[in-house]
């Protein structure tokens, strides 16, 4: 489509036919493609809810166009199933407590190469797309970057066309959903399995046992001693599958989630007994286990019914598995060679002795040659350096809940702790830190990094942070396991899904290999001083600005002046993401504006943020406060109001991402360095055309690296002088405040208090 003049392309956004096809003969096998489409939504229509394309609601419209595209991933997933049956490939097991999904529909139609010809189709009867869309439930089961890189990773491993399979957990309620009443957050429930989740199919019949609770005892049989665990509770494992296809991939992921429910016959002995009350309450902890997504995105509580979450997703892909691996192939020895495990961070490490467990227990192998098996299975990634992350286990609490598990958490244990005192003969203290049961606790993370093939760090600031610091004894004994390869997004959701425009406009130019390999983008080089490029991407910027802000008018009744710079920062809520220094920056702003009649900005400036907070993360919650009130504060004086605007945009979730992303000039990524361990946000924006301003952390400092320094601003401190500021113990902010007027200044106009106050009531409104 080179050519197209500008105000074409504008016009052509808006009416939803970018995606027209260009050639003659591609234009009679899209229109036959576009026919049949229309006869399969019509078909399931009538078929499904008895209604024509005319009389159907807006959900039902969303059902027959969604089951049409799922009908084309699962013949796809049967015919890749087959040949790696018959070719006894090797196979992914993706495990992680979060997959943060996003909406599937328009991803799914791209990677099917079938946007255009279902744009048409819509077109055709006269059906808004847009409202189509919009009629999806998001699948938000994560917080915030450690899930949305197990989404990317299922939609780039298909469309590599390697074999993947994502294990997690089927939550009832997904993250809330934010409200923000009198500028605080609020949460609400996120229901999204209440429209009935088309993608997803439930698989009864595949459902498996998990045991919690009991004792185990030692019994001679035949076989010799044998562990048997007895009086457990019985939780029922419910698999649910959700097929993901890559981009032109003849092998579909699959993303299964398991549900916890009671045994359908449970507890006779109590229910004859009359202790009806009991029996109940049985029901309602079994399916407590995956009711709820905890919202807190770097810190494990030694809460009980967290510990129950993860064990029952470990214990459940384990044995199916093991079970899957015997069915094709047999023998459990030959694991290693069909099925490698990578553990998303430490909530899924109990797979680790579970997998031992069975087989030792169900599959009678001695202990070495389990370990040998467990041991060649597993890798681990690491997503935190922050220390609440590596909490661990209450050992009582794990060795009531989880008796046989824990008895062979210690045996490992017991090994690892001979192989250290070998190592480190005279250092106890050492190998106390290093063992995994140790001061009433056991410590997951040193269960992973003690048996784990791999131990990969995100970015390689963080990759060289965990062999020096956090994990720095463990590199000493093992320095082979430590690796890094950095995070990564797919460029089929966050450019060709959520930049629709940019993406023809980059497919014009150098054609559209790049949405398989992201490497293809180089290609654009010769363009970088094109006025036309240039121009062309100027007024998609202003596009996806105009449509960001109708979106935000739309859902908060908030104004954006899309003539402004977008300046963005869009990421979780947390002290050392620095929401508060952008804050800071901006009352610095205010204080010159008002101080001032002659300051002015070369541009007016709009602050965009989009965070949530854990609800129970009070400082957090107060910082989104803030920001709020500094909203208003900015908007009510007349100097600043027509310089620079603040905006909070409710709900960050993947669809607001994909929204605001391509809409921002600015992207914030602004961490005390040595925190972030990679960042994606920072990789979406770049991609996207908005320029960074950022600390050296994470992967910006790759970015830094590739874009070099007249194409990033970066500031502040590096993790080595936040480190040697540490280790000397000589950072004290009093000092900055005292040195620095502009810090003093943008304080507020009361007196520093002690113990904290409304930030309404520090900002004197
Ligand atoms: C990418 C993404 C994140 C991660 O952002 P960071 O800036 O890397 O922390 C969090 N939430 C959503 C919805 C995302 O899409």
Redesign the pocket.
């Known amino acids: 489509m080179t050519g197209v003049s500008s105000s074409h392309k504008e016009a052509s956004i808006k009416t939803g036919e970018f995606f027209v096809p260009d050639s003659k003969d591609k234009g009679v096998q899209v229109k036959n493609r576009i026919s049949k489409i229309k006869n399969v939504i019509e078909g399931k229509l009538k078929r499904y809810y008895g209604r024509s394309l005319d009389n159907a609601s807006k959900e039902e419209m969303f059902q027959a166009v969604a089951m049409s595209i799922r009908d084309i991933i699962l013949e796809r997933g049967v015919k890749a199933n087959e040949t790696m049956e018959k070719r006894g490939l090797k196979k992914l097991c993706y495990l992680s407590a979060e997959f943060?999904m996003g909406r599937a529909l328009v991803n799914n139609m791209i990677n099917l190469g079938l946007l255009k010809e279902y744009r048409a189709v819509m077109a055709e009867i006269g059906y808004p797309f847009e409202e189509l869309e919009e009629q999806e439930n998001e699948a938000a089961l994560g917080n915030?970057?450690l899930g949305?890189l197990a989404a990317c990773f299922l939609d780039s491993l298909s469309t590599l066309n390697l074999p993947v399979t994502g294990y997690g957990i089927r939550y009832e309620y997904g993250m809330f959903c934010q409200r923000i009443v009198e500028g605080q957050q609020t949460e609400v429930p996120d229901d999204w399995t209440a429209q009935g989740d088309i993608w997803e199919i439930e698989r009864r019949a595949e459902q498996l046992e998990v045991h919690f609770d009991g004792t185990v005892e030692e019994v001679w049989t035949d076989h010799g001693l044998t562990i048997v665990h007895k009086n457990y509770q019985t939780v029922m494992a419910v698999p649910y599958d959700m097929p993901v296809i890559g981009y032109d991939s003849h092998v579909p992921a699959t993303l299964r989630l398991w549900r916890a429910e009671c045994p359908a016959v449970f507890d006779l002995h109590s229910f004859n007994k009359g202790d009806f009350v009991c029996m109940l309450q049985q029901k309602e902890l079994a399916e407590s286990i995956s009711k709820v997504l905890y919202p807190k995105d770097d810190h494990i509580i030694g809460r009980m019914l967290r510990l129950r979450q993860y064990y029952f997703l470990a214990s459940a892909t384990m044995q199916c598995l093991v079970r899957e691996h015997k069915k094709l192939y047999g023998d459990v020895r030959t694991l290693p060679e069909k099925v490698v495990i990578q553990i998303n961070d430490i909530h899924p490490a109990l797979a680790i002795p579970d997998l031992m467990r069975i087989l030792i227990d169900e599959e009678s192998l001695g202990w070495d040659d389990a370990y040998d098996i467990v041991s060649r299975m597993f890798n681990y990634t690491n997503h935190t350096v922050m220390q609440e992350a590596m909490a661990a286990w209450p050992e009582q609490l794990f060795k009531s809940m989880l008796p046989r598990v824990y008895a062979i958490v210690s045996e490992i244990d017991e090994r690892f702790r001979q192989r250290l005192l070998k190592a480190y003969p005279d250092d106890r203290d050492k190998t106390a830190q290093m063992s995994i049961i140790a001061y009433d606790e056991v410590r997951t993370a040193n269960l992973c990094v003690a048996v784990c093939r791999k131990v990969n760090g995100v970015s390689q600031l963080h990759g060289r942070i965990l062999k020096t610091r956090t994990f720095r004894d463990f590199y000493v004994m093992f320095p082979g396991k430590f690796t890094a390869i950095t995070n990564g997004?797919t460029q089929r959701r966050w450019l060709a899904a959520a930049n629709p425009a940019l993406c023809e406009l980059i497919c014009d130019h150098i054609g559209d290999k790049f949405i398989r390999d992201c490497r293809e983008l180089e290609r654009l080089k010769p363009f970088v001083d094109s006025r036309r490029f240039l121009d062309d991407f100027a007024v998609i910027k202003q596009i996806n600005k105009k449509r960001l802000s109708e979106y935000v008018q739309k859902r908060q009744g908030i104004a954006l002046d899309a003539a402004s710079v977008f300046d963005v920062q869009?990421?979780?809520l947390h002290e050392y993401?620095r929401q508060l220094l952008k804050v800071l920056h901006i009352l610095y702003l205010y204080r010159h504006f008002t101080g001032n009649d002659h300051y002015v900005l070369p541009r007016p400036v709009t602050f965009l943020f989009a965070a949530k907070a854990s609800p129970a993360y009070w400082r957090a919650k107060s910082i989104i406060h803030l920001i709020n009130v500094v909203s208003t504060l900015v908007e009510s004086h007349p100097r600043t109001k027509d310089n620079i605007r603040v905006a909070f945009l409710e709900n960050?979730?993947?669809s607001?991402?994909e929204h605001l992303i391509p809409a921002a000039d600015i992207s914030e990524?602004i961490s005390t360095a040595g925190c972030?361990a990679?960042?994606?946000?920072?990789m979406?924006f770049m991609l996207n055309g908005a320029v960074t301003l950022g600390t050296m952390d994470g992967a910006n400092v790759e970015i830094f690296d590739r874009v070099g320094e007249d194409n990033i601003f970066i500031f502040g401190a590096g993790a080595k002088d936040i480190d040697r500021i540490g280790t000397e113990n000589t950072y004290n902010p009093k000092d900055y405040f005292d040195r620095n007027e502009d810090i003093r200044e943008a304080r507020g106009r009361q007196r520093p208090v002690s113990g904290y106050l409304p930030v309404s009531v520090v900002w004197g409104l």
């Open positions: 943060l915030g970057g949305r997004i869009a990421k979780r993401k960050y979730n993947v607001l991402a990524q972030e990679s960042g994606t946000g920072n979406k």
